[in-house]
């Protein structure tokens, strides 16, 4: 619900089912079309995420995202006018790690920073995917070897696939399994017991910086 103050019809959004603030901000028009002023959004846990300011619809100044333990995670920088803005991105301790520009979306200047001071452009080095150890078809070896079809769904001919959620950490290791979408409660308790069997990934990397990744993997069961 809007209300009109300072010559802005002032908002809030809140969680679905709690009266926790989602975001803050401000409107030129009641029908809430043009953003104008700061903007703020916040974590179910009452923690400041983003904060920005809109100037009749465009992002323009610093727009900042936050760590969980509060130090500045990634710093946009947007101009009043044009699609040009700049990126610094920094680690948990307030090491920068990446500096990038953009026109739009389409990146066209990049310095990465490490941790020792030195620096590089080796986007191949600073933005990676998180990778199963042997790629693609070694994570496909890994599966169909030690997936057992479970003889509960064999006999009710229950088939299909299993969609197991899983948090690769930045030490490669699997976290936070569960079953998003399946066809089978026994087919999904093997699935994920398969997952938590999986030898460590290679972990992702963002910006020059080991990032948690996660990762959704269809897991098929089909019948002779």
């Known amino acids: 619900m809007a209300q009109y103050r300072d010559s802005l019809w002032q908002t809030r959004d809140y969680f679905a089912g709690s009266n926790k ?6 409107y030129l028009d009641k ?27 465009n992002k323009t ?11 500045v ?3 946009d920088r947007y101009a009043k006018k044009g699609n040009i803005h700049q990126q610094e991105s920094f ?5 920068l790690t990446a500096r990038e520009t953009f026109n739009g979306d389409r990146r066209i200047e990049w310095l990465y920073y490490n941790a020792d001071g030195t620096t590089h452009k080796d986007t191949a ?15 496909f070896t890994f599966l169909s070897t030690h997936i057992h079809y479970p003889e509960t769904a064999q006999k009710s001919s229950n088939e299909g696939k299993v969609y197991v959620h899983f948090i690769i950490g930045k030490d490669g290791k699997i ?3 569960y079953v998003v979408k399946s066809p089978d409660s026994d087919l999904s308790t093997e699935a994920v017991r398969v997952i938590r069997l999986m030898p460590k990934w ?19 069961f089909k019948l002779e």
């Open 31 to 57: 029908e809430l079309t043009v953003k104008q002023g700061k903007f703020e959004w916040y974590s179910e846990e009452g923690r400041l995420k983003t904060t920005g300011t809109y100037e009749y619809g």
């Open 125 to 139: 080095l600073a933005n990676r995917s998180a990778e199963f150890p042997g790629r693609e078809n070694a994570l």
């Open 202 to 220: 290679r972990p992702g990397i963002a910006a020059n910086r080991v990032v948690f990744t996660p990762y959704t993997l269809p897991i098929l």
């Open 175 to 177: 976290t936070d399994t």
């Open 21 to 26: 603030v989602q975001m803050k901000g401000a």
């Open 73 to 75: 995670c990634i710093r």
């Open 91 to 95: 680690d948990e301790s307030g090491h």
């Open 61 to 71: 100044g610093d727009w900042i995202t936050y760590w969980k333990e509060g130090n």
